[in-house]
């Protein structure tokens, strides 16, 4: 066998070797976009549910005498008035055959608890409903909403035989609609299902996100210039760079351990509190955006710093109004990336105390508050059947944040990246 022979059999060889080795790597994209897939499909799947709630439609005879209020009645004396009373009252007229305590008790389970507080509203904010019957859509309660959202009513276990009885009844006579969830978006955290939403947890995120870029973005700049720019070659300067590279590697739960001991239990910040999240996660955050912004600074052309200094131009202003302006596309791309980061991050936040049941909406940083990964969290611990759904539902709501922050990243780099 000649040479020729023997070059063309190797090749032949190698050929086959990246044929194969393409393949493996064909294969295991198609097994991650698989498994991908499948994850995306139950998260859907699940959080479909939550996006919808049923409503029950009850005659409500806002009766002056169960309520014990008058025409002369002020706002105190109608606040407290026995609600309960009315919504009972409403149910049992659609089920009079419904003699029983117990079965009576039953039949109000089946109304959400915030029925009273919206009658309570609707009389407050219609003081001539006094003495009127008004026909009023209200909350089903999540146990009765999950039967109507199941295919299979054989597995609403929470319901008994004549529960389903009546919400067969109801349904048949045209007493049941299905809504867009609205509370979902416009509630906060709460123990019954039904009425639980995340828009607390939206605000905590928002606020907590605030104090964190406004914190680490100058900082984190500010750093990167000085280091890239300004600061001396020596062996202290070469250690802080070593060590913000390995701040970037730190686990998050030790920034939160950080926070707890310095923000909370020495300075005395308040708890669960978007301020101390915000602190917590510019410590976490700041590696990302130093280094994301040397890189920036770094990848802009000697030749223009030259430049700007050959036409008589500072340094301060050669960084300032040439380097830093070329470099900001790169600098905000890595800066929505680490607040990208920040926003799904769990364990710091835990460490600070914002995993507590939070059902106001916070007005400000130093609110009680949580956020949506938090969130998560505490309704996947819930026991009740109609968390799921709903803990589905904020995963997808934190995805698409996500995915529209990494988005605008890359948009911010395709439209505003040069090319030396």
């Known amino acids: 066998m000649n040479n020729t022979e023997l070059i063309k059999k190797g090749l032949a060889k190698r050929y086959r070797k990246e044929k194969r080795f393409r393949a493996y790597g064909f294969m295991a994209v198609m097994v991650g976009f698989i498994f991908l897939a499948i994850l995306l499909a139950d998260i859907i799947g699940k959080a479909l549910p939550a996006f919808t709630q049923h409503w029950i439609k009850l005659e409500v ?44 008790r039953k039949l109000t389970a089946m109304l959400s608890s915030s029925t009273e507080y919206q009658l309570r509203d609707m009389l407050l904010a219609e003081p001539e409903l006094s003495g009127q019957t008004k026909s009023v859509w209200v909350l089903a309660d999540d146990d009765l909403d999950t039967y109507y959202k199941t295919a299979d009513k054989s597995k609403a276990v929470r319901l008994s035989d004549k529960q389903m009885t009546w919400a067969d009844k109801l349904e048949a006579g045209g007493l049941v609609k299905k809504r867009f969830n609205t509370t979902l978006f416009k509630n906060g955290d709460s123990r019954e299902p039904e009425q639980a939403g995340i828009r607390g947890a939206i ?68 708890r669960s509190a978007p301020l101390v999240g915000g602190l917590v996660l510019s410590l976490m955050t700041l590696p990302t955006i130093i280094i994301a912004s040397r890189s920036a600074i770094k990848a802009v052309p000697p030749s223009i710093k030259e430049a700007a200094l050959g036409i008589g131009a500072s340094k301060n202003q050669m960084v ?50 949580t956020v949506l990964p938090v969130q998560i969290y505490l309704w996947a611990d819930s026991p009740e059947r109609a968390f799921v759904a709903r803990t589905s539902a904020a995963i997808l709501v934190l995805l698409l944040f996500l995915v529209v922050m990494n988005s605008l990243a890359v948009w911010l780099r395709k439209k505003f990246e040069r090319h030396w």
């Open 61 to 104: 005879s806002f009766d002056t005498g169960i309520l014990d209020i008058d025409e002369n009645s002020g706002e105190a004396t109608i606040r407290e008035a026995n609600y309960s009373a009315v919504a009972k009252q409403s149910i049992y007229s659609l089920f009079p055959e419904v003699k029983k305590r117990q079965d009576k």
């Open 203 to 270: 605000k905590g995120s928002f606020y907590t996100l605030l104090v964190t870029l406004l914190l680490s973005f100058p900082l984190g700049v500010a750093t990167a210039i000085y280091l890239e720019e300004f600061a001396p070659k020596n062996r202290w300067v070469d250690l802080i760079e070593v060590n913000v590279n390995n701040l970037a590697a730190v686990p998050s739960i030790v920034f939160g351990l950080l926070g707890l001991a310095v923000f909370i239990n020495y300075f005395g910040l308040p």
């Open 320 to 369: 300032f109004q040439h380097v830093l302006p070329l470099a900001m596309p790169g600098i905000l791309t890595g800066t929505i990336i680490g607040l990208a980061q920040a926003l799904g991050e769990t364990a710091p936040l835990l460490m600070i105390g914002m995993v507590a049941f939070i059902v106001d909406i916070p007005q400000g940083v130093t609110d009680s508050a």
